[in-house]
């Protein structure tokens, strides 16, 4: 859904990505039509989220004044194409290098975040190891829960699809998706729901 930016705070935002070089809390008070105090009440509000912050600006006269600008997290409130992007340069290197150099691409990916999270369910029995993939998968926007549905058999559902117009245009994201899940927990895993196939969740069920 596209943000309206229309709450105090939001607009505070806006300013201050379009600004580039930072506002001062008077620049601030001229472009929302608001009341210092207002303004100031919106600023830490902000700076207690990690979304702004602020660096002294000497003044020939008088004390120095604060100007405040976006952090990286606050860039990261305003919407990004990456998911085109992604369909764009993975369309280009299936033009020049064919499907099987996007498998490769797919593969490497898969073995890349293996690796990353293997350390976090070596060791462990299938249940945390189920635990701590779903853990992983929520972190990364899947929405995911699991349920227990009896020795060592388990459903892992999936809510979102974090990389669902990618998965649109190139398939092979959710082969890549049931590759990992394998390997990570040791254990089968078969598909039983998809979003893509109009289903209303993505789900796996895990047997060891």
């Known amino acids: 859904m596209e943000r309206s930016w229309e709450s105090p705070g939001d607009r505070v935002l806006a300013f201050l990505k379009r600004a580039g070089n930072g506002l001062s809390v008077k620049e601030l008070c001229q472009r929302l039509d608001l009341s210092s105090m207002a303004v100031?009440?919106?600023?830490?509000?902000?700076?207690?989220?990690?979304?702004?912050?602020?660096?002294?600006?000497?003044?020939?006269?008088?004390?120095?004044?604060?100007?405040?600008?976006?952090?990286?997290?606050?860039?990261?409130?305003?919407?990004?194409?990456?998911?085109?992007?992604?369909?764009?340069?993975?369309?280009?290197?299936?033009?020049?290098?064919?499907?099987?150099?996007?498998?490769?691409?797919f593969e490497e990916r898969k073995r890349g975040y293996v690796e990353r999270c293997r350390g976090k369910v070596l060791g462990k029995t299938l249940e945390v190891r189920v635990h701590e993939v779903t853990r992983l998968l929520s972190e990364d926007g899947y929405m995911a829960s699991w349920e227990k549905l009896g020795p060592n058999k388990f459903l892992i559902k999936e809510m979102n699809c974090a990389v669902a117009q990618v998965a649109k245009n190139f398939p092979e994201t959710c082969i890549f998706e049931e590759g990992f899940l394998t390997e990570l927990l040791l254990a089968k895993v078969t598909r039983r729901h998809h979003i893509l196939q109009k289903d209303h969740l993505c789900s796996y069920l895990v047997e060891g």
């Open 40 to 105: 100031r009440r919106q600023l830490i509000l902000l700076e207690s989220h990690n979304l702004i912050f602020s660096e002294k600006e000497k003044q020939k006269i008088g004390r120095p004044a604060h100007r405040y600008y976006l952090t990286e997290k606050g860039h990261e409130e305003f919407e990004r194409d990456y998911a085109n992007l992604v369909i764009d340069l993975l369309g280009s290197i299936r033009s020049i290098d064919g499907q099987e150099k996007i498998n490769q691409v």
